[in-house]
């Protein structure tokens, strides 16, 4: 098992269309081998449908993802898993009933063995196996913070902690590359910094790359060194985030036309990008001075 | 908790010894009711596996119970002029019956590891109109309309017959009791095998592709895969409960498995409660023990009448007070019989402690 040093995440090209409806057009971007890359844009950007390419559960028309030697596309999703890449879930995707233990436990089953026959008769394999992995197990929910849970069934918890049961569900799979869809949402300031706060931990203690869908500004500007920045399926600009904040297109994306800086065309598309779209983006933006204060 | 967990073992063993000495008590009509109970017990159980753990409904138990009966028969009998068999000795045929349904179902398990929920129930519903169209004209094999007679098993120069006489402490074994340890030899490790499966990780992987089938397969769970290992655990389970069930039966006939007998399994797992085996166990019972219960009472029970007379027939009686019991269950008892016992003792834990309120963290206080 000699894991290759480079294990950066290459997308290029990548282009996705569902019965003539393009979703992603053409987008490329590097994730560096052990950096926080954030891919942020407007609702219906195509960042979503970006994260289920990279994990296997849509198919590219075209363009290629290459994952430390490895061409993704293609790729079955249990397969990507394998790879060491993990993700968390916009929505939450536990098993309700499932204590928090199993659910953790779930995301060693890349690295474990036992099958039907020797899990139903108790083999010395996988009772040792069991035993080793849930103690490890044990370890990473301490570390996110959810330890005093592991007993409850998944779906009796609050939202915030379930959404940390899914990062630990990650990071239990000893990930070389996180996808996390949106950590944060629907959660108060606190629970945001205290995520940001795991997440950051977690990428310099087991040098991850992370690749970070997300709204709240405030944390991309915390966390990523780099930012991707999509519309309407297209990839539109990137850079630092510092760069990103002041780049014309992506004000124009999130804020409308009207606020793009008097020389530009206006008419490159982007005009359409009216309605509930602007009133959400405002927000975002306004939700960064206050997460930065 | 942990100071607890003796318990179980301790509750296992101590069903398992009641069943042991049962048979030196009970007369032949309970001991039928009861074999009837183990054998849909073991059958239910790998239902459940199937559609209790991982979400995957199956129309087509009734198939591979009858693959088990006719499998088990045809590799035990000898050929005689219009029948044929291979003539194996009898526990090999037992086992051979059991792998005989793995194969049934791993010959299925392309579709099985397909479909999802209750496409693969519809699917499966096919299976029983092959296994009866099968049933009725392999008549070489399977006797046909009459069905075949079922050799006795011999294990260990025991035979599972009235013929030669045993008497153990003054009461005579005939072939109920002796099948009845049977039954329980049987019943006894499928539960031990199915909940260090479901425990396990394939139980996980099989939890979560019926709760959030992206989920498993973005953890690395070959989803297909394991939908096709159920399907064919679970077929292995209905060889074993039709192969029991012929003995007991000592006839198999064709009419038997058809698709009430697969409505029968679901109501099973529905009423004992979905995804483990304890609740397979429960509703096997309930669903076997009630029809029988139904023909030897029926005389005192008001609209109950005996089979032709025009009334309605305990067998019928069954199924309209199962049906009720599934409806009931699915209205008020979500977990059934089995969640039921779960509540109980939460309850019971609740009175002798009462629970300190959790303590919201720091950051978590209103503000």
Redesign the interface.
């Given at each position: 098992m000699s894991e290759p040093a480079v294990t950066g995440l290459a997308v290029t090209g990548l282009t996705v269309r569902f019965a003539g409806l393009t979703a992603l057009d053409g987008v490329g971007f590097t994730v560096a081998p052990g950096s926080v890359h954030a891919l942020i844009g407007p609702n219906g950007a195509g960042k979503s449908t970006c994260f289920n390419v990279l994990?296997?559960?849509y198919r590219a028309t075209e363009g290629g993802v290459r994952f430390g030697g490895t061409e993704l596309t293609g790729l079955?999703?249990?397969r990507?898993?394998?790879l060491g890449v993990?993700?968390t879930?916009q929505n939450l995707?536990?098993?309700?009933?499932?204590s928090v233990e199993?659910n953790l436990?779930?995301?060693r089953?890349?690295l474990?063995?036992?099958?039907?026959a020797s899990?139903?008769?108790?083999l010395p394999l996988?009772r040792r196996?069991?035993r080793a992995h849930r103690a490890r197990v044990r370890d990473i929910a301490r570390y996110v913070g959810v330890d005093e849970h592991l007993?409850a069934p998944a779906g009796s918890l609050?939202y915030?902690v379930q959404k940390r049961i899914e990062l630990a569900?990650a990071l239990a799979?000893e990930p070389r590359l996180l996808l996390l869809d949106e950590p944060v949402a629907g959660m108060n300031g606190?629970?945001r910094r205290?995520m940001a706060e795991v997440i950051a931990r977690a990428r310099e203690d087991l040098n991850l790359s992370v690749l970070l869908v997300e709204h709240d500004m405030g944390m991309v500007m915390r966390l990523a060194d780099e930012v991707t920045v999509l519309d309407f399926g297209r990839r539109i600009a990137g850079g630092t985030p510092s760069e990103v904040q002041r780049d014309p297109a992506v004000l124009r994306a999130y804020l409308g036309a009207a606020h793009a800086p008097v020389g530009t065309d206006g008419t490159d598309g982007t005009g359409g990008t009216t309605g509930p779209d602007d009133t959400r983006g405002t927000r975002d933006i306004k939700d960064t001075a206050e997460e930065t204060a | 908790m942990s100071d607890r967990r003796w318990l179980l073992p301790a509750a296992a063993a101590a069903a398992t010894a009641l069943l042991l000495v049962l048979p030196f008590y009970l007369g032949t009509f309970w001991l039928q009711t009861g074999l009837f109970a183990m054998s849909a017990a073991i059958g239910a159980i790998g239902l459940n596996l199937l559609t209790g753990a991982t979400g995957q409904l199956s129309m087509g138990h009734a198939f591979f119970l009858a693959v088990g009966a006719y499998g088990y028969v045809y590799l035990a009998s000898d050929s005689g002029p219009h029948l044929s068999g291979l003539g194996l000795p009898t526990p090999l045929a037992f086992l051979g019956a059991i792998v005989l349904a793995g194969v049934a179902g791993g010959l299925f398990s392309p579709i099985a590891g397909r479909l999802r929920g209750t496409y693969l129930g519809i699917a499966s519903l096919a299976l029983i109109f092959i296994g009866q169209h099968v049933l009725f004209n392999a008549e070489s094999v399977t006797g046909g309309f009459n069905g075949r007679d079922v050799p006795p098993l011999e294990l260990f120069g025991l035979r599972f017959d009235d013929s030669p006489e045993l008497v153990v402490l003054n009461v005579p074994l005939g072939a109920l009791e002796r099948l009845w340890f049977l039954g329980v030899a049987l019943l006894v490790p499928a539960v031990w095998i199915a909940r260090g499966v479901l425990r396990g990780r394939p139980g996980r992987a099989l939890n979560t592709i019926r709760d959030h089938e992206v989920a498993a397969s973005v953890m690395g769970v070959p989803v297909a895969r394991y939908r096709a290992g159920v399907f064919t655990l679970s077929s292995m389970y209905a060889g074993a409960a039709g192969a029991l069930l012929a003995l007991v039966f000592r006839r198999t006939v064709p009419d038997y498995f058809g698709m009430f007998l697969s409505l029968d399994y679901l109501a099973m797992i529905v009423i004992g409660g979905l995804g483990t085996a304890a609740g397979a166990v429960a509703g096997a019972v309930f669903v076997s023990v009630l029809p029988q219960l139904l023909t030897r009472f029926g005389d005192d029970l008001p609209l109950v009448a005996a089979p032709g007379s025009g009334g309605v027939s305990p067998a019928e009686a069954a199924r309209i007070l199962y049906g009720a019991a599934v409806v009931a269950v699915v209205l008020f008892l979500p977990g059934g019989l089995a969640g039921l016992w779960t509540r109980l003792r939460a309850t019971a834990s609740r009175h002798r402690s009462a629970r300190p309120l959790t303590r919201l963290e720091q950051e978590e206080q209103p503000v």
């Open positions: 994990s296997g559960v079955p999703p249990h990507i898993a394998g993990a993700r879930f995707a536990l098993s309700r009933h499932l199993d436990m779930l995301g089953h890349r474990t063995r036992a099958g039907f899990a139903g008769l108790r996988a196996e069991d007993n609050p915030g569900r799979m606190a629970e205290r | -």
